[in-house]
């Protein structure tokens, strides 16, 4: 799935997931600073530089929902999102 990095927030901010299957995210970087795509429990944490784009692949174990974030501006910014895992 494809997914937007901006100044200061996710495009979409909702991610579905099928446990047990892996889940490629395409994320590119609309903004104007770098961004990251983190995700705590899955060890996930990857930089998008401005004008970048980058590609993940996690895999939810359990249903559930995860927080995505960006590591740089979640705490300032709510930079964030929801992993929906069925
Ligand atoms: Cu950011």
């Not at 994320?27 to 401005?50: P, R, W």
Request: net charge negative.
């Amino acid at each position: 799935m494809q997914l937007a990095a901006q100044d200061f927030s996710f495009s979409p901010n909702t991610i579905q997931a099928t446990a047990g299957q892996a889940v490629k995210v395409t994320i590119t970087n609309k903004g104007s600073v770098e961004h990251n795509f983190s995700i705590t429990s899955l060890h996930v944490s990857k930089d998008v530089e401005k004008g970048g784009t980058e590609t993940v692949t996690f895999t939810a174990t359990q249903s559930g929902a995860l927080e995505f974030f960006c590591k740089y501006h979640v705490d300032s910014n709510g930079m964030k999102g929801t992993i929906t895992v069925t």
